[in-house]
């Protein structure tokens, strides 16, 4: 089925000019993008973003590396896209994540109470849905 995730290049990654090694994989897998946008993230789409992690031990210092500068946000649309990218993504902690994954390959830092590992992926339609609308208010998901 085809359907849109959203995805995020965190500041890590747009930190270390990953944006383009990111697009061109997500490219190379056959999605297209159907929504691009480069911004630093406000706490408050932060808040509503991470709304699943709120009291967390990682979740303040999650918001305050995700607010520390730019990201880009993207919408990808294809064939099962979601759980796609997630598997272009690799595991959460880049040490863990395959070989071949962005995070396997391109992810760094585990340390400092912060992961930080690249990419955000959409987990599940209703989490794709509800994200998209954080990040382009108006774009249908
Ligand atoms: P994912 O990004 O793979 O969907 P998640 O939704 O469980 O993972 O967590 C969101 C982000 O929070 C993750 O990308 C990095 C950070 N994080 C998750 N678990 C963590 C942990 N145990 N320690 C530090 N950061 C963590
Ligand atoms: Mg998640």
């Not at 090694?21 to 991470?50: D, M, N, S, W």
């Not at 590396?65 to 272009?88: D, H, N, Q, W, Y």
């Amino acid at each position: 089925m085809t359907e849109r995730s959203l995805i995020l290049v965190k500041p890590d990654g747009y930190r270390r000019g990953l944006t383009g090694e990111v697009l061109r994989r997500i490219e190379a897998k056959g999605y297209t993008l159907a929504a691009l946008a480069v911004t630093t993230p406000t706490r408050e789409q932060l808040a509503a973003h991470y709304a699943e992690h709120e009291g967390k031990p990682f979740y303040e210092p999650l918001v305050e590396f995700m607010s520390s500068g730019p990201v880009t946000a993207v919408v990808i649309e294809g064939e099962e896209c979601i759980k796609g990218f997630r598997s272009l993504a690799g595991a959460t902690d880049p040490t863990a994540a395959a070989p071949g994954s962005i995070r396997g390959d391109l992810g760094r830092d585990w340390g400092e109470a912060v992961q930080q590992n690249v990419v955000h992926g959409s987990d599940s339609p209703e989490s794709a849905a509800r994200e998209i609308g954080i990040w382009f208010p108006g774009l249908s998901s």
